[in-house]
């Protein structure tokens, strides 16, 4: 390898895989691999990139014989920044053909189901001298942090409420409009009882030490991993309640209105309106 390290991102060209290789690309000991579909468009992406690092496009196939293109490319480390996680038939095939290669990995997934079920591959991966990682982003990472920070000295903990409260300009991309659009109005299995994504709302307000507090955001319920992990960091939590925050509150509240007749089962899903979502959020 002569002390490079290779990073193959899934995804790479995409909107969460593409800013990581952004952030990655003035780190002259690499070489990312921007990998997806189109070989084409990943091609483009590197070209626009203008890395120091050395780049290389690929087309990969997550749902074809993964192993193979893994050996292939021969990648330290693999970053899955695809999705929806939720919608895959075999969810976990990359990380099984990361552990048959000997291939580090780690995505950015957020949904519930499958970050916990990643848990099953722990002691293979540390047999292995690997490392599996799931949901390495703001769900339930940061979520994860902050309330192991706030829960000092507490003999436990009960209740754990939290949200996040995306910029208006941050970009969204397809692949998380579909997996938002997959569980609105869905029943999501708490630990108090039944609850529906996105269906309901609970209003915080978000106050900075030694800042103005910002106006009331309007919070939703939506379906992220910590509902599923934090429960086993601390076991006596009795509720946990998860939320996001999108502006403009109008489009929101749009989106908690269609959320409300799949929980009434006069629509069966939203997926079918991911695209058109998608556009409204960023457009």
Known sequence: ?????????????????GRLAMLLADETRLTLVIAGRSRAKAQAFCDALGAKAET???????????????????????????GPFQDYDDPYRVIRACLACGVNYLDLADGSDFVKGVAQFDAQAKACGLFVLSGVSSFPVLTAAVVRMLAMGMSRVDTVEGGIAPSPYAGVGLNVIRAIASYSGQPIELRDGTHHGLAESRYFTVAPPGRVPLDRIRFSLVDVP????????????KSIWIGAGPVPEILHRVLN???????????????????VMHRAINV
């Open 1 to 17: 390898m002569g002390g490079r390290l290779t990073i193959l991102i899934l995804g790479g060209y995409g909107t969460f895989g």
């Open 56 to 82: 290389v496009a690929l087309a990969f196939d997550r749902e074809g014989d993964v192993e193979r293109q893994l050996r292939e490319a021969r990648p330290d480390i693999v970053v899955d920044a695809s």
């Open 226 to 237: 910590d509902l599923k992990v934090l429960p086993e960091l601390w076991p006596s939590l």
């Open 257 to 275: 209105g269609m959320a409300a007749l799949v929980k009434k089962r006069w629509l069966p899903s939203l997926s079918f309106l991911a695209p």
